[in-house]
């Protein structure tokens, strides 16, 4: 026992600064019933007491080690899953505590190499894991009643608070905790407000937002805006605002309604006019793909550069037809003013955003489609302004497609990858529409809301998401692709244009729109 009592009378002239008197108790404690009588004269033991588990920096989580041989870390209950770092050493050190279960508490000690334990172990504890922060607001988008109530559902399990740049928007309470209700109270005429909801803090902060509006004393709708579905599980809908190129109107550009399950667009809604043209038709020189900053990477589809993969824009693929599918616009970019195609503006580069992007690329779809883009913008458009809507229709879910997809190398040595972690399941629907509203004459100067049936007309397109239609690779459009806007609703289920008179979408009269 020679080299315990030196190590003891060590430790009480020059004793370490955690070390604590129970622990020296504990040593002498150990040498006095040892005895010398024992061949076995190694010793380790740690510093007695506790502490929590520090989350954010492991260095206070380290335990110093006294002994004069080899050691080895242990726990109990062994069936823990603790990590320690170093788990054995040699003589004085120290060993820092690097992983341990949540919620729990255990005990660690150390042992020599014969499996001796000289001293005592220590508890450490560590907090459970906070729960995660959930936050979902509805509506998604409020249009100001003056006569309604205006509440805003707020559905958290943390505190929140809410805010709103323009001062003119009243609302009440700024702030709760849990589930609860915000009322609008006042609501500035014809401009739009985004009420912000922040739950929770740091880096598990959750944040949404509800587009406000007010029309003004009319309270008329957007003419395009289709009814929300009854049933919005799976969906969101969101509008992006812009400025035009020339004049710098704020306007809407476009809503969608997005399928997060499909992960693909069900509806783009959009305004179509001169304004919206300002600064051309020409394409950005590089297209501007981005994430859709009001989605997760979760619920959209990731068609655009990930910076782990070398910022490369990302595509779809399906591999049971080994296709690459075109990232086909629903709100075609040349409906939308470019200005600069080296700086091209927000109004076009919003229509890069996966929410206005589906896949695409069947061939006599394709032709058909690009037609009637354009037949639209040469011959429909007109001073009352153009309404449109856009849709994807999944008759099955058959055709599967993975997102954050791309090549490596190039020509025969090319392989398909996708990007672990991002990469998903996205479906590719099986037929396209479009649906129009306008005034008959064009120039009528009075909202829809305010013209007679007689002096509206609707009509929708048709289209299957085909190679091949009527037996032809590169289709005609004609008369042949028109549907009556009523018949694509009993199709869709959704609800378009629904301040129209029924009887305006139930009409489909091919020489209204130059067939």
């Keep these: 026992m020679k080299q315990l009592d030196s190590f003891l009378r060590c430790m ?18 150990f040498a006095s019933c040892g005895g010398d009588d024992s061949s076995d004269e190694s010793y380790a033991a740690i510093e007695s007491g506790s502490f929590t588990f520090d989350e954010t920096d492991d260095a206070n989580n380290a335990v110093r080690v006294m002994a004069n041989g080899a050691w080895q870390v242990y726990w109990e209950p062994a069936s823990a899953a603790v990590t320690a770092d170093p788990s054995s050493g040699v003589g004085n050190g120290t060993f820092r505590v690097k992983e341990m279960p949540r919620g729990t508490s255990v005990k660690v000690g150390v042992r020599t190499a014969s499996g001796k334990v000289s001293g005592k172990t220590i508890t450490v504890t560590r907090a459970a894991a906070p729960a995660e922060v959930t936050l979902s607001l509805a509506p998604a988008e409020l249009r100001f009643n003056p006569a309604g109530a205006n509440r805003i559902t707020v559905t958290s399990n943390a505190s929140w608070s809410a805010s709103c740049p323009n001062s ?34 740091g880096a598990g902060a959750k944040m949404q937002r509800v587009e406000i509006t007010y029309a003004g004393t009319a309270g008329y709708r957007w003419a395009e805006l289709p009814a929300t579905p009854a049933d919005m599980t799976g969906k969101k809908i969101h509008t992006f605002w812009a400025s035009t190129v020339t004049t710098k109107q704020y306007l809407r550009n476009y809503t969608y309604c997005y399928d997060t399950q499909r992960h693909c667009p069900l509806w783009i809604a959009h305004p179509q006019h001169a304004c919206y043209q300002e600064g051309g038709t020409t394409r950005p020189a590089t297209d501007p793909w981005a994430r859709d900053p009001s989605m997760t990477e979760t619920e959209q589809a990731i068609i655009y550069p990930l910076a782990v993969n070398n910022n490369r824009a990302m595509s779809l693929y399906s591999e ?26 927000e109004i076009n580069t919003q229509t890069f955003y996966p929410g206005n992007i589906s896949p695409q690329g069947r061939t006599a779809f394709d032709k058909v489609w690009g037609d009637a883009e354009k037949r639209i913008l040469d011959r429909y458009v007109c001073s009352d302004t153009l309404y449109c809507v856009s849709g994807a229709y999944f008759e099955n879910d058959d055709m599967v497609a993975r997102d954050a997809s791309c090549w490596n190398g190039s020509g025969d040595t090319r392989v398909r990858y996708y990007v672990p972690g991002y990469s998903k399941e996205c479906i590719v629907p099986t037929h ?53 806007v009523k018949e694509i609703e009993e199709k869709t289920g959704f609800t378009f244009f629904p301040d129209v008179d029924e009887s305006v979408k139930a009409s489909c009269n091919p020489a209204d729109w130059g067939f």
């Design 12 to 29: 009480l002239k020059y004793p370490p600064p955690r070390v604590s008197g129970i622990l020296l108790a504990c040593l002498l404690l």
């Design 320 to 345: 049971s037809i080994d296709k690459q599918w075109i990232r086909g616009h629903m709100l075609a970019s040349s409906y939308r003013g470019c200005g600069d195609k080296n700086n091209p503006a």
């Design 168 to 201: 003119a928007l009243k609302f009440a309470p700024a702030s709760g905790t849990g589930d609860g209700t915000i009322t609008v109270t006042a609501a500035p005429e014809g401009v739009r407000c985004t009420l912000t909801v922040t739950a929770g803090e």
């Design 432 to 484: 396209y529409y479009k649906l129009l509203l306008r005034t008959r004459s064009g120039n009528l100067r009075k909202p829809v809301q305010e013209c007679a049936a007689s002096e509206l007309k609707a009509v929708g397109f048709w289209f299957e998401h085909a190679d091949q239609i009527g037996g032809s690779s590169s289709p005609t459009l004609d008369k042949s692709y028109l549907r009556s």
